[in-house]
């Protein structure tokens, strides 16, 4: 997993509040996508962003949910007005530009979110 | 929208033995990759496989893509406690760009 920097690992929420995520794609590589996961559960593409752009976004939920990617700076993943079942493991995955289908990702460790 | 199924859901053996672990779709997947999680860490990627009925090995475990590219399996020899954890498969959706992803396999190896 080394390159893929996520932060913070844990991170613990109030019901309501706001949690925002962090990703630092690999050097080099353009494409970032995010994943939650369940316990005991695997993973659940959540959205697809390339630099300054959301190119498919099909697996967010339609509200509370936002990513970003600018053009400096991490991905960003924001959950608004947090509530229990937000509470998961949630993964940054980059890729070299260009589509991944035959050398695949390279995760992060992931933030634990823990929303109280 | 594509499936991925994994079976069995749960495996615990003891060091030493055999086992093969599956990834099954309805749906045909221009490539299928393995990974493995650890507790509290990120999936690492073990192999891609592309062709249909493509055989690749990595040291004691050995992948194969099915012929209609539908399903794959991952056997490994002589396992090791070192070998515990979530395996994955990850196939590429009908649009190119993500993965989706099995439920896995939990592993666990007993010394």
């Known amino acids: 997993n080394a390159g893929v920097m996520q932060n913070p690992r844990h991170l613990v929420r109030r019901r309501g509040q706001e949690a925002r995520l962090r990703c630092s794609p690999m050097?080099?590589?353009?494409?970032v996508y995010w994943y939650r996961q369940l316990p005991e559960e695997g993973l659940k593409f959540m959205v697809y962003?390339?630099?300054?752009?959301?190119?498919?976004e099909s697996g967010m939920p339609k509200e509370r949910f936002s990513a970003e990617f600018p053009k400096e700076g991490p991905s960003i993943l924001r959950i608004q007005q947090v509530v229990r079942g937000d509470s998961a493991a949630y993964f940054c995955?980059?890729?070299?530009?260009?589509?991944?289908?035959?050398?695949?990702?390279?995760f992060g460790s992931g933030t634990r979110l823990t929303v109280v | 929208t594509q499936l991925l199924e994994q079976s069995p859901q749960f495996l615990s053996i003891q060091e030493g033995e055999n086992l093969t672990v599956y990834c099954n779709s309805s749906?045909?997947?221009?490539?299928l990759q393995w990974y493995r999680q650890e507790p509290g860490e990120g999936p690492v990627l073990l192999v891609t496989v592309v062709t249909g009925g493509e055989v690749k090995k990595l040291k004691r475990l050995t992948f194969q893509f099915g012929d209609a590219r539908k399903d794959s399996s991952l056997h490994i020899t002589a396992a090791q406690p070192g070998d515990t954890g979530l395996y994955l498969c990850?196939?590429?959706?009908?649009?190119?760009?993500?993965?989706?992803f099995g439920p896995g396999t939990r592993l666990s190896v007993l010394p």
């Open positions: 749906s045909v997947f221009s490539s």
């Open positions: 995955a980059s890729s070299s530009p260009g589509p991944p289908i035959n050398y695949g990702y390279t």
């Open positions: 962003l390339q630099k300054e752009n959301i190119i498919d």
């Open positions: 050097k080099g590589h353009s494409h």
């Open positions: 990850a196939g590429v959706d009908n649009y190119g760009q993500n993965f989706v």
